[in-house]
């Protein structure tokens, strides 16, 4: 049986990640399911609703100071490649996913059809408002530009890595601009790669804590600090 992780990168998320872990599914055909929580630096109690959750298939990893989305993701797949993981789900800890939808990105890596699946909102974007619609068309573009490889959404936290991606992938940016940086790593290692349509889920909360205009134009200059040191 293959082994999956689930990463799940919180911070402050103590309102929601009780029912977020609730609601991941107990069972996938054809593997085992470890779910890890990287708590990254959270104040809020967080780490004491994951340990409260009394699932034991959840491993609670916690850095001591916020090191960012990017950092907590490298945190989870370092764990994954520790363990010898088949598989890696990122999967947000705002309940902004749909849990079946973990299944519909682990497909084309259990068939071999893909080493990296990024579950894209975009393909499907019903209910998703329109300013966010806007602002992830315009990250993809200026993803594409600096990297060369399209994606119709470049900022998906539920993403889908086979063993060889997990091994390939080396993360270095530790914000929200990690997202791209992931979308660069797949070409860099010329990984096979697919998209899958998934559902977002919005909330007032999870709207509240999304990505930001500012947050956007952290990200563009991140990422060209980041390409212009890498050149």
């Not at 990297?147 to 063993?163: A, E, H, K, M, Y």
């Not at 998934?198 to 990505?211: F, M, P, V």
């Amino acid at each position: 049986m293959s082994r999956l992780v689930i990463v799940i990168p919180a911070y402050n998320e103590a309102r929601v990640i009780g029912e977020t872990l609730a609601r991941l599914p107990h069972a996938i055909e054809g593997v085992s399911i470890r779910v890890v929580v990287i708590d990254d630096g959270s104040s809020d109690g967080t780490s004491e609703v994951v340990r409260a959750s009394g699932d034991d298939r959840i491993i609670l990893l916690r850095h001591a100071i916020n090191r960012g989305l990017g950092g907590a993701l490298g945190t989870g797949l370092a764990y994954a490649r520790k363990i010898g993981a088949d598989f890696v789900i990122t999967f947000d800890a705002d309940g902004q996913h749909a849990p079946e939808d973990i299944a519909v990105v682990l497909g084309p890596l259990q068939s071999g059809q893909a080493d990296a699946v990024i579950g894209s909102r975009l393909l499907s974007p019903e209910g998703m408002p329109s300013h966010r619609i806007v602002g992830n068309w315009g990250l993809n573009l200026f993803t594409y530009l600096l990297f060369g490889i399209w994606t119709t959404d470049s900022q998906s936290g539920l993403r889908g890595f086979s063993r060889k991606a997990i091994d390939s992938i080396e993360l270095r940016m530790d914000r929200m601009e990690v997202s791209s940086e992931f979308i660069k790593e797949i070409r860099r290692t010329r990984l096979r790669f697919l998209e899958v349509p998934i559902r977002a889920i919005y909330s007032k909360y999870s709207l509240a804590k999304g990505q930001k205009s500012r947050n956007g134009i952290n990200i563009v200059l991140r990422l060209l600090l980041y390409r212009l040191l890498e050149d």
